[in-house]
């Protein structure tokens, strides 16, 4: 039961993950990098009384340091920024193209993965992993057709979505360097607090709105009061507690088994589109679904054997 812990956590989060892109929608008039502020300014609020005591306990080296800036720069803001930047493009929309970065993350994972973990893989995960690569992309792809055509932003949208798919399966990599040594409740923590001090001056830079009044010009956006309730639920949910949950997760899974698992994501995402925007499924996607289910859990059975 033990082993089965890892892989059980990484589906959860991956499960919250999914909420994500209808939750940000209600934040579309603030620039990305304002979101990216202040959800990990409130899941840093939030989560310090809870565990401030293991952050002071622990003692970091150099290495480890230089692991979270890493994994700040890349995971907490840049791929960040560029998936909300992306949904942004397509007006929030869920549609094909942003969902690529889901598709594309477990090739930068894996790689990585293999460079600096020195992760072996054995056939039957090769199998598995192959099976749910494909499936995944027939779920958010109906009839294998990639969508170019939904609007100018739609290229553009793409190009920071493969920039995401970059910065968080490389980051998962580094995350597992920096879990073996320390506790995730402090990863979490550091992960935070350097997200928001590395991305305070891109804040300055790039998260001015433009006012008008006697002289036109700009300033900071500030979110509203329903906005930071909606900020304070993504810490609550898709932000700061699916990663506290994902890091937990992460430290028990060999990256390339949990980078697969996370492609939860996209197979809950579709049933949200179909609940919330009653999206009808094609009877290809639905095939497609349960493959990648089936795929899933085959991959969580390797976990017993595969270290």
């Given at each position: 039961?033990q082993n089965s812990t890892g892989p059980i956590l990484i589906i959860i989060a991956a499960f919250l993950w999914a909420f994500d892109g209808l939750i940000r929608q209600h934040l ?212 700061m507690v699916a990663l506290l949950i994902y890091y937990k997760g992460l430290a028990r899974t060999p990256v390339h088994i949990s980078t697969i698992l996370e492609l ?44």
């Open positions: 039961m579309y008039t603030l620039p990305p990098i304002t979101i990216i502020f202040f959800e990990h300014l409130i899941g840093l609020i939030i989560l310090s009384p809870f565990i401030f005591k293991y952050v002071r306990e622990t003692k970091l080296e150099k290495r480890e340091w230089w692991l979270l800036v890493l994994v700040a720069v890349l995971s907490g803001l840049l791929g960040t920024l560029w998936f909300t930047t992306a949904l942004g493009k397509v007006h929030f929309i869920s549609i094909s193209v942003v969902f690529l970065l889901q598709k594309l993350q477990p090739i930068f994972a894996i790689t990585t993965a293999r460079i600096f973990l020195k992760e072996k893989l054995d056939s039957r995960y090769i199998k598995w992993a192959l099976l749910a690569l494909v499936s995944a992309y027939f779920v958010t792809f109906p009839n294998g057709v990639v969508n170019f055509e939904t609007g100018e932003g739609t290229i553009i949208a793409a190009l920071y979505a493969l920039g995401a798919a970059f910065a968080w399966g490389s980051s998962t990599t580094f995350s597992k360097m920096l879990l073996g040594r320390v506790r995730a409740e402090v990863s979490t923590f550091y992960r935070f607090l350097f997200t928001i001090i590395v991305s305070l001056p891109v804040l300055f830079i790039f998260g001015r709105v433009y006012i008008s009044g006697f002289e036109k010009g700009t300033a900071l956006a500030i979110p509203t009061m329903p906005q930071f309730g909606f900020l304070a639920l993504i810490a609550l949910s898709t932000g939860t994501f996209p197979f809950v995402a579709i049933l949200l589109d179909f609940i919330v925007n009653h999206t009808v499924l094609t009877p290809l996607q639905w095939i497609s679904a349960l493959a990648l289910v089936f795929s899933i859990y085959q991959i969580a059975k390797l976990r017993e054997s595969i270290t």
